[in-house]
């Protein structure tokens, strides 16, 4: 694939003052072409990510890291992003942050990325005439790994930042950067749901419906593609507890997916192939259940190799804990997001000191899918920053 630039600049790309006003101007504009797109209504992933581009959420979200009296924050300069083929919108969280940080920016696109992708740069490219110093900043390519331009580039930047398989991250880490370029690699994550069983069982009817909806939304909305999608349940509880749980929770849920269809054929294939793979390979005696286009498979403890076999596409392992300290001695640096929902606060806050491996983020179920600068225990404005400390 030869190097295609997709949104030409017409203007040199200069670094600028971090959190400028114009290019929160960008970021608004881009965020009302986005929610007025009809073609959005099909890509829940646009829709959030135009409530996430207002100003109205970023200057909040941003206020924290303005100037202070002890240091300057200046951009860091030019920084490369290689977006993942998973979620297609993801590019633009890393990508924005940067941006608004006074970064130049050159983001390589998948080419196995998906529709919503088509829209984005529809309206990127439909932002340039009038904003042409953030379009020079913001500038969206499709090459191969190999190409030319690319190794180019790569031995120019000041920061890079890899989304993408594990495999495909070495594989661009073969590309040599300057000696004090940054560099943010977002690898194979594994992420986990935990249901407090006492809770599930004790919820009426409509905290129930409201739980498998957000369940639905953080699992379903990528067909569990995303790295913060659970692809694990975790049932705190006594066994009868859990399965009375598992009995009320999982019909509701069923219910719910045979509405929205939210999964199709070959994904179901492919989640029911991969929990045959995992039965017949794994030492443990698993059970598998098929419930409508979902398959479940009762695990007694999570291995490395769920972590690299699970495909997601609606496949859910579960695992019961009576103890959530049970859990410690199965988390590894994969395991990035944990949403919970019925488990007490105080129970989950002590309970996270004595986790000193795994888990980057632990938020309220319905949220899993949430973007801030905080991602995979780094923060991404400082990362994309430098501070000049005054010390006079």
């Given at each position: 694939?030869?190097?295609?630039?997709?949104?030409?600049?017409?203007?040199?790309?200069?670094?600028?003052?971090?959190?400028?006003?114009?290019?929160?101007?960008?970021?608004?504009?881009?965020?009302?072409?986005?929610l007025k797109a009809p073609?959005?209504?099909?890509?829940?992933?646009?829709?959030?990510?135009?409530?996430?581009?207002?100003?109205?959420?970023?200057?909040?979200?941003?206020?924290?890291?303005?100037?202070?009296?002890?240091?300057?924050?200046?951009?860091?300069?030019?920084?490369?992003?290689?977006?993942?083929?998973?979620?297609?919108?993801?590019?633009?969280?890393?990508?924005?942050?940067?941006?608004?940080?006074?970064?130049?920016?050159?983001?390589?696109?998948?080419?196995?990325?998906?529709?919503?992708?088509?829209?984005?740069?529809?309206?990127?490219?439909?932002?340039?005439?009038?904003?042409?110093?953030?379009?020079?900043?913001?500038?969206?390519?499709?090459?191969?790994?190999?190409?030319?331009?690319?190794?180019?580039?790569?031995?120019?930047?000041?920061?890079?930042?890899?989304?993408?398989?594990?495999?495909?991250?070495?594989?661009?880490?073969?590309?040599?950067?300057p000696a004090h370029a940054?560099?943010?690699?977002?690898?194979?994550?594994?992420?986990?749901?935990?249901?407090?069983?006492?809770?599930?069982?004790?919820?009426?009817?409509?905290?129930?419906?409201?739980?498998?909806?957000?369940?639905?939304?953080?699992?379903?909305?990528?067909?569990?593609?995303?790295?913060?999608?659970?692809?694990?349940?975790?049932?705190?509880?006594?066994?009868?507890?859990?399965?009375?749980?598992?009995?009320?929770?999982?019909?509701?849920?069923?219910?719910?997916?045979?509405?929205?269809?939210?999964?199709?054929?070959?994904?179901?294939?492919?989640?029911?192939?991969?929990?045959?793979?995992?039965?017949?390979?794994?030492?443990?005696?698993?059970?598998?259940?098929?419930?409508?286009?979902?398959?479940?498979?009762?695990?007694?403890?999570?291995?490395?190799?769920?972590?690299?076999?699970?495909?997601?596409?609606?496949?859910?392992?579960?695992?019961?804990?009576?103890?959530?300290?049970?859990?410690?001695?199965?988390?590894?640096?994969?395991?990035?997001?944990?949403?919970?929902?019925?488990?007490?606060?105080?129970?989950?806050?002590?309970?996270?000191?004595?986790v000193h491996t795994g888990?980057?983020?632990?938020?309220?179920?319905?949220?899993?899918?949430?973007?801030?600068?905080?991602?995979?225990?780094?923060?991404?404005?400082?990362?994309?920053?430098?501070?000049?400390?005054?010390?006079?």
């Amino acid at each position: 694939m030869s190097w295609t630039l997709l949104n030409p600049a017409t203007t040199k790309a200069e670094l600028q003052p971090s959190f400028a006003e114009q290019d929160f101007g960008y970021c608004q504009a881009l965020s009302e072409a986005l929610l007025k797109a009809p073609q959005s209504r099909d890509f829940p992933d646009l829709i959030a990510l135009g409530f996430w581009l207002r100003q109205a959420n970023l200057k909040p979200l941003l206020a924290p890291y303005q100037h202070s009296q002890h240091f300057i924050r200046q951009p860091l300069g030019l920084v490369f992003h290689s977006a993942p083929a998973n979620v297609d919108s993801l590019f633009v969280y890393s990508g924005i942050l940067s941006l608004l940080c006074g970064n130049k920016n050159v983001i390589r696109l998948s080419s196995r990325s998906g529709g919503s992708t088509a829209v984005l740069i529809e309206k990127i490219r439909a932002l340039a005439e009038l904003f042409p110093a953030q379009n020079a900043r913001f500038q969206l390519v499709q090459c191969s790994y190999d190409s030319a331009e690319l190794k180019a580039l790569v031995s120019t930047v000041d920061g890079r930042v890899l989304w993408g398989s594990d495999q495909a991250i070495q594989a661009q880490r073969q590309l040599l950067m300057p000696a004090h370029a940054r560099e943010l690699s977002f690898g194979h994550k594994f992420s986990l749901c935990l249901l407090d069983a006492d809770a599930v069982l004790a919820a009426d009817n409509e905290q129930l419906q409201q739980l498998v909806q957000l369940f639905y939304r953080d699992q379903l909305t990528f067909a569990q593609q995303g790295c913060s999608s659970a692809k694990a349940v975790l049932w705190l509880g006594e066994t009868a507890q859990v399965q009375q749980a598992q009995q009320r929770f999982w019909p509701a849920l069923t219910e719910l997916i045979e509405h929205k269809q939210p999964l199709n054929s070959s994904e179901q294939y492919q989640a029911l192939a991969t929990a045959q793979q995992l039965v017949m390979s794994s030492p443990q005696q698993l059970l598998l259940t098929q419930q409508q286009s979902i398959s479940r498979l009762a695990v007694n403890t999570l291995t490395p190799e769920f972590i690299q076999q699970h495909q997601g596409c609606g496949l859910f392992l579960e695992l019961a804990l009576t103890e959530l300290t049970q859990l410690n001695p199965m988390l590894s640096h994969a395991h990035q997001t944990l949403t919970v929902w019925g488990v007490d606060p105080k129970q989950l806050k002590a309970w996270l000191t004595s986790v000193h491996t795994g888990l980057d983020r632990v938020m309220p179920v319905g949220q899993a899918l949430s973007f801030s600068p905080d991602w995979d225990g780094m923060n991404l404005i400082e990362q994309f920053s430098r501070k000049v400390v005054c010390t006079f």
